[in-house]
């Protein structure tokens, strides 16, 4: 049962690069989300999917474009990269109504 | 809006001892309320959560929580501290009708052989 699967696990950037993380969930989820954690700040929400084919800004979208490509895949993508963008990123999918998220293992990104 | 102050960025306590990580929330509406527990290097996990009901909310390891609505408060409880609880902590908040689950900032628990 591999519920949320998030790629790559790390990955280094020089400032201007661009790149997209990918997410999928196997649990029938309609709802998906994408966290960033920093210390001390806890989690904040990028950006979020009630359902397939809609997106909702969150606290922090800024330098942020996502996709919700089907039900299962929602992907989150740094167009110019800068260093204010290093963090853990942590995708997550819940069933409506329950509030429960279960996450993935989270993408650790280091922008140079 | 809805918001999260968790209080105390780090606690230490002796193992066997009394565990408690404060959390209090902000919700125009009734809340839903939720602890995750967070290894290292490893995402989020669910502890407990309170929907509706019973006020008392018993979790994964030994963890409790208590919804205290006059309080606006859903503290962490655990009677005796296991040296594999040493982990952090987080408390989060959804309001009814809201899609956005709201993470406080944390706590990590340290547990002091």
């Known amino acids: 049962n591999a519920g949320v699967t998030q790629t790559p696990k790390f990955q280094v950037l020089k400032t201007g690069q661009s790149m997209t993380l990918q997410c999928a969930q196997d649990?029938?989820?309609?709802?998906m989300y994408w966290y960033r954690q920093d210390p001390g700040m806890g989690l904040r929400l990028i950006y979020y999917s009630a359902s397939e084919g809609t997106t909702d800004k969150g606290e922090v979208p800024n330098g942020y474009n996502v996709s919700r490509l089907n039900k299962r895949e929602f992907s989150l993508r740094l167009e110019s990269a800068a260093p204010s963008q290093t963090s853990v990123y942590f995708c997550?999918?819940?069933?409506?109504?329950?509030?429960?998220?279960?996450f993935g293992e989270g993408s650790r990104l280091t922008v140079l | 809006a809805q918001s999260v102050t968790q209080l105390g960025s780090h606690v230490s306590v002796s193992e066997g001892a009394l565990v408690l990580l404060r959390c209090n929330y902000s919700?125009?509406?009734?809340?839903?309320l939720f602890w995750y527990v967070q290894y290292p290097n490893q995402g989020l996990q669910l502890l407990l959560k309170y929907t509706t009901g019973a006020t008392l909310v018993k979790g994964i390891n030994g963890f409790e929580a208590e919804f205290k609505k006059s309080e606006t408060s859903f503290h962490l409880t655990k009677p005796s501290a296991h040296m594999s609880d040493a982990a952090e902590y987080f408390c989060a908040v959804r309001s009814r009708g809201n899609e956005k689950l709201t993470f406080g900032t944390g706590t990590r628990l340290t547990i002091i052989p």
């Open positions: 997550a999918s819940t069933r409506a109504n329950t509030g429960e998220l279960f």
């Open positions: 919700s125009s509406v009734p809340p839903y």
């Open positions: 649990m029938n989820h309609n709802s």
